[in-house]
């Protein structure tokens, strides 16, 4: 009789690691499932007034224009700024970028006043391409830290 | 001996079902709040970037575009082209100018399919252009890889 009721015991003892287990399974499913759709976005912001592209207000600070060319499948063929000719490798652009508007980085005062970029892209090129360019051009990663480049971005009229 | 075993395991074997409905009622409105916070589109698979981070504050009066792989453009859950986009957006102006916002408040949100033709979300822009729409997004997905 004694031997029965320690076994009993130990039953007991297991029932409740149970339910325990099911919870935390629980909350391992729940952070399994956030941790795949939460993906973290994030926008490059871009200021495009239609009367902005008709007369443009300061004729002496031109935005730099980068040319991109698609091939017919609409991968990346090549790139030019300023027309020179880059290719298609995104850190030549970044260099480029960085020799046009010096190494120093914008101060916050001066984001209103940066350089601007006008990007005119083949219609059928991919779109990651454009996105590819824009990142290589708005700045660079040091680390942890993002140091920017271009903050003014706008597009060049449709190619049809 | 046998009452004062009995009484705490049966105050257990009460508590235990109503802790796991209780996580499963947690579990559930936590993962629909994360579905509605993505703003996600089936038909949209977003480029990468490594330099973008998530707003710390969201966008003010956003109007969201996703533009599908073959340049079809979706607006609040109905289907547009690039032709017939500008209805949609008027819709939308006319909520903002309701609330009593400018035109030029309206930060347009752009979701386009990374395998998108660059021209098609160019056309797309032109559109909100004309509507009067300044404040554009291009929005992608941050690349943790580098």
């Known amino acids: 009789m004694k031997i029965r009721s320690k076994e009993q015991d130990e039953e007991k003892q297991q029932l409740n690691m149970t339910s325990m287990i099911d919870i935390v399974f629980l909350l391992l499913v729940f952070f399994v499932m956030t941790f795949k759709i939460v993906e973290l976005e994030g926008d490059f912001s871009i200021r495009m007034p239609l009367s902005g592209g008709a007369g443009s207000p300061d004729l002496t600070d031109l935005p730099i224009k980068l040319r991109l060319k698609a091939d017919n499948d609409g991968n990346l063929e090549s790139m030019s700024l300023n027309e020179v000719t880059l290719g298609t490798d995104y850190d030549a652009l970044r260099g480029r970028i960085l020799g046009l508007i010096g190494t120093t980085a914008p101060s916050e005062d001066s984001l209103a006043e940066g350089p601007e970029i006008e990007i005119d892209t083949d219609y059928n090129l991919r779109y990651e391409a454009v996105i590819n360019a824009i990142t290589a051009v708005s700045g660079y990663k040091d680390g942890d830290q993002v140091v920017k480049l271009v903050e003014k971005i706008k597009f060049a009229k449709p190619r049809r | ?146």
């Open chain 2, 1 to 146: 001996m046998k009452v004062k075993r009995q009484k705490p395991d049966l105050a257990e074997g009460d508590l235990t079902p109503m802790i796991d409905m209780t996580f499963q009622l947690i579990a559930f409105f936590m993962v629909l709040i994360n579905f509605a916070q993505t703003e996600s589109n089936d038909q949209v698979v977003l480029p990468n970037s490594r330099l973008v981070k998530p707003p710390e504050q969201p966008l003010e009066f956003p109007i969201i575009l996703h533009v599908g792989q073959s340049g079809s453009v979706f607006l609040g859950g109905d289907d547009y082209t690039t032709d017939t986009l500008k209805v949609g957006l008027n819709q939308e102006i006319r909520a903002i100018k309701f609330e009593g916002k400018q035109v030029e408040d309206a930060n347009v949100i752009i979701r386009a399919h990374r395998n998108t033709a660059a021209g098609d979300v160019q056309e797309v822009i032109r559109v909100a252009q004309e509507a009067g729409l300044e404040n554009f997004a291009l929005r992608v997905k941050e690349d943790r890889s580098g």
